[in-house]
């Protein structure tokens, strides 16, 4: 019900423990499925999902505390470190990572950023990140590592951040970030963007064509990025 409400891609997790599972999310309209116990307690149903449904439409959700993986609700150590787990399980195929600070999961105190860092240069799979986000200076710190996407959880429900306050706010930052101002149809543009900041990450070009169109707006986004970082591009003004 909820894929067929909603126009952004869907990504479920939790329960999912077979291929019966998987299969049943996967032809039901859901873009992505995210795993985590199941990678380290039934490795051959693992390697079997992806066989049959594409890594791409896998997600490996990596709840650490310190440096070990947790599984089972956190309950239970995997004796794995986080990064040797990321490099081991980048060579799968999976489609990225869900990573999770236990420790800063609901604690409003700002994302483990040193441990993101970490993560981003051992795999070049998406990253999304999780555990302490409560600011949009928290999401602009992660984006400019290299963190695709990030979740925000407790900073909503406490009403600390809005959805739209945050969509707003980025706008603002990108537009101030370009190297020339926007028509009033790139702006337009832009004011629409759903919640999809990902995209075509990291792009370095504005795509020619109608400026309208979402490829258009998500290639702005991937550039205001690169000048956040600190890095080159080359840009073109309309």
């Known amino acids: 019900e909820i894929s067929e409400s909603v126009s952004v891609p869907l990504q479920v997790g939790g329960g999912i423990r077979s291929l019966q599972d998987a299969d049943r999310l996967l032809t039901s309209g859901v873009a992505s499925i995210v795993i985590g116990t199941l990678v380290f307690k039934e490795r051959e149903i693992f390697l079997e999902m992806i066989k049959k449904f594409g890594g791409g439409r896998l997600i490996v959700s990596l709840d650490y505390r310190r440096d070990e993986v947790m599984v089972d609700g956190w309950?239970?150590?995997t004796g794995m470190r986080l990064i040797d787990s990321i490099r081991e399980l980048g060579n799968s195929g999976v489609k990225g990572f869900l990573v999770t600070s236990i420790e800063k999961d609901g604690?409003?105190?700002g994302p483990d950023i040193e441990m993101l860092r970490k993560v981003r240069?051992?795999?070049e799979r998406e990253i999304q990140a999780s555990g302490g986000f409560r600011s949009i200076d928290d999401i602009l710190r992660a984006r400019a590592i290299g963190i695709d996407s990030v979740i925000l959880g407790k900073a909503l429900y406490d009403g600390i951040?809005?959805?739209d306050g945050v969509l707003r706010a980025l706008r603002e930052k990108i537009e101030a970030a370009l190297p020339f101002s926007l028509t009033a149809s790139q702006r337009l543009a832009l004011s629409e963007i759903?919640?999809?900041?990902?995209g075509e990450k990291r792009m370095l070009?504005?795509?020619q064509g109608d400026?309208?169109?979402g490829k258009t707006v998500v290639a702005l986004i991937a550039m205001a990025d690169v000048v956040e970082a600190g890095g080159q591009a080359s840009l073109m003004a309309p």
């Open 75 to 77: 309950r239970r150590g």
């Open 205 to 207: 070009r504005l795509l």
């Open 211 to 213: 400026v309208g169109s």
């Open 194 to 198: 759903g919640g999809d900041l990902a």
């Open 107 to 109: 604690m409003l105190q």
């Open 121 to 123: 240069l051992a795999t």
């Open 161 to 163: 951040l809005t959805l």
